[in-house]
């Protein structure tokens, strides 16, 4: 693929095929067609916009280019792609994953996977040796999400993918809190990663979709086949929001990953604060680990109020950010965890992995920093 030389802020931009190649267009002109014709009913480069349009090709080119792989599909949720890169999972198999995951996932995974005949133990995925204790004779892979969501737990990659080689199991990685620029799981041995689009590759809060990639032919094959039988792809128009999103991934990372960091440094000394969980603080407690696999610490930090009453309050006065379950866009999102993002888990697992009704994450967004910090201190006050 070309562009594998660049450095990632040229690889956002120019995403490997920035032109249209039919017409030269600066940018990939929406394809808004359902099927294609075939010339004396021989099929072209495309057939039928389920199995491939121009649009679909040039974004999940670009999202593998940026994770180093060769193969990319986008699907039509972040969900989709989970629920894409699950299905290399087949009846009879059993799935090791972490208790602190995504709501979402944690639905997909207890509530969906079990009907289809696949079995999940939830460990602690920063212990290696209860993820080794997981592994039975039918085990076929690990899901993992690190940093996880909301509580920031880091999982050893590089271990657990030995782990994964020592016993012939598959590695799923969730990338989104991450992004390619700051974590390339692939690079360390991961096989298959998963973003849920709709947040830091889109960017803009308008768009849901998903990726996934691979760098594995056979894995490929095989993600391909599924897709195109099930069906939730992504939109050619989502595809070019989501190909105009990335030209400004880098710069958009960059500026709310350091207003992030100053957010965390001020909110950890607010005496309203009980703590606050943020990589790139200098106390985190797994700060070397997360730095030994990632090259930045994101976005995204969750905080906790001393008084769980005050949240009513906070969320009731608080002026820029929306406050919403979502992550990764140019605005800041606040999200409270317990009723939002997490409202699926339920609520003694959510006790237990700390997730409590005073904790809120904060996806930082690029408005200018002192207008954050003013808004959350007049909200807190
Ligand atoms: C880490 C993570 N993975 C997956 C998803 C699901 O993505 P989507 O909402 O695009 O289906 C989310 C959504 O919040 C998420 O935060």
């Given at each position: 693929m070309d562009g594998k030389h660049y450095r990632s802020a040229t690889q956002v931009v120019h995403?490997?095929?920035?032109?249209?190649?039919?017409?030269?267009?600066?940018t990939v002109p929406i394809?808004?067609?359902?099927t294609y014709h075939h010339p004396g009913g021989i099929p072209g480069e495309f057939d039928y916009a389920r199995s491939g349009n121009p649009n679909r090709q040039q974004v999940e080119q670009a999202v593998a280019l940026l994770e180093g792989a060769q193969y990319g599909f986008a699907c039509s949720s972040g969900m989709a792609a989970i629920g894409t890169a699950l299905s290399l999972l087949k009846a009879g198999d059993h799935l090791v994953a972490p208790e602190d995951l995504y709501g979402g996932s944690y639905r997909y995974l207890t509530q969906l996977l079990p009907d289809l005949g696949v079995s999940v133990s939830y460990v602690d995925f920063t212990d290696l040796g209860q993820i080794k204790e997981a592994i039975s004779a039918n085990t076929r892979g690990f899901f993992i999400e690190t940093?996880?969501?909301?509580?920031f737990l880091i999982s050893d990659l590089r271990g657990i993918v030995a782990l994964a080689k020592q016993h012939g199991l598959l590695t799923l990685l969730d990338n989104t809190f991450m992004t390619p620029l700051l974590q390339q799981p692939l690079k360390l041995g991961i096989d298959v990663v998963i973003h849920s689009a709709t947040k830091f590759l889109g960017g803009h809060s308008d768009l849901l979709a998903g990726v996934v990639v691979t760098d594995n032919s056979e894995l490929a094959q095989r993600l391909k086949r599924f897709l195109n039988g099930f069906g939730a792809v992504l939109s050619p128009f989502d595809c070019f929001l989501l190909s105009r999103g990335l030209k400004t991934l880098k710069l958009r990372i960059d500026a709310a990953q350091s207003s992030a960091l100053q957010l965390a440094e001020r909110l950890q000394t607010h005496?309203?604060?009980a703590r606050v969980l943020y990589p790139?603080?200098?106390?985190?407690?797994q700060r070397e680990l997360h730095f030994s696999q990632a090259s930045g610490a994101g976005a995204v930090l969750s905080f906790e109020l001393?008084?769980?009453?005050r949240v009513k309050s906070l969320l009731q006065k608080v002026?820029?950010?929306?406050?919403?379950?979502?992550?990764?866009?140019?605005e800041t999102i606040l999200t409270h965890c317990w009723s939002m993002?997490?409202?699926?888990?339920p609520a003694d697992l959510k006790n237990r992995l700390g997730i409590g009704e005073g904790l809120l994450r904060i996806s930082v967004g690029i408005e200018d920093v002192e207008d954050l910090w003013d808004d959350f201190c007049q909200a807190l006050a």
């Open positions: 995403q490997g095929q920035d032109r249209d190649p039919y017409t030269g267009a600066s394809y808004q067609a359902s940093p996880s969501n909301p509580s005496p309203a604060v790139g603080l200098d106390n985190f407690k001393k008084d769980k009453a002026r820029l950010p929306i406050i919403a379950p979502s992550l990764g866009g140019v993002s997490h409202a699926a888990m």
